[in-house]
């Protein structure tokens, strides 16, 4: 059994179909959340989702896009590219978005979009990371929410470690420590590598795989170009910042 985790699609097309050619037919996909915002087919990845997904959490500009919760909160460019969504969301879209729930526990993991309980923080250093171990007795939680692929490590002794996964790479679970694994993004990667990234975990093998992959970010642009998106948005996507 293997599981594709995804999370902040963020309407990007071109990557997330590029993410589930990369993935295995009878893998199980996940979404952790932000399927929407910020990219120009909102409705498109969501039908996409809608059929591949067999689990998936809320996020942040997914409850925004519906009940525009949080958007006082937003930058001036993420403001303005949630209102655009939310004026091009078709029902199909918002109702999916709407039935979903802010986690997910399995026996042996967590998923969840930020933090555990703390939904939608952000999990960017040590003090973060403990808070987040603290509000769960998960063994591994799997995050987004950051656009960053890294991971945090709790041993038995509370020291918590931190290892970025910017080229991808692999983590083997050791006995007796915790782990928060931030999957990255599909959709708008932000540690200074455009190219996508996802994770796969493998239980019986204890293992997370980060796969970073090319996609056509030219076409992406071109369609938020046309949307008339703020360029800061349209420009990030060739840094990955």
């Known amino acids: 059994m293997r599981y594709a985790i995804l999370s902040d699609i963020h309407g990007n097309l071109e990557s997330l179909q590029r993410a589930l050619a990369i993935v295995a ?7 952790l959340g932000d399927v929407v915002g910020y990219g120009p087919n909102p409705n498109e990845c969501i039908a996409i989702l809608r059929e591949r997904a067999r689990h998936a959490v809320l996020g942040n500009h997914d409850l925004a896009a519906v009940e525009n919760f949080g958007v006082e909160n937003f930058n001036r460019a993420a403001r303005a590219a949630i209102g655009w969504t939310q004026g091009v969301l078709d029902q ?3 109702s999916w978005l709407n039935l979903l729930p802010y986690e997910l ?4 993991f967590l998923l969840v979009h930020g933090a555990p309980v703390s939904y939608f923080e952000y999990i960017l250093d040590k003090d973060a ?3 987040a171990f603290e509000r769960t007795d998960a063994p591994i939680v799997f995050v987004g929410h950051t656009h960053i692929a890294e991971y945090w490590v709790r041993d038995a002794e509370g020291a918590i470690g931190h290892r970025h996964m910017q080229q991808g790479g692999e983590l083997e679970f050791e006995e007796g420590k915790r782990y928060i694994v931030d999957v990255g ?11 996508a990234s996802f994770a796969i975990y493998e239980p019986e093998r204890r ?12 076409e992406v642009q ?10 800061y948005l349209i420009e990030r996507l060739r840094v990955g910042r």
């Open 25 to 31: 037919p009878d893998d199980i996909v996940v979404s």
């Open 207 to 218: 293992r997370v795989e980060w796969t970073r992959y090319e996609y056509p970010i030219d």
């Open 185 to 195: 993004s599909v959709g708008q990667p932000r540690d200074l590598n455009p190219r």
């Open 222 to 231: 071109a369609k938020m170009r046309a949307a008339h998106m703020p360029s």
């Open 92 to 94: 199909a879209s918002r």
């Open 105 to 108: 526990r399995f026996p042996d």
């Open 129 to 131: 990371a403990a808070r």
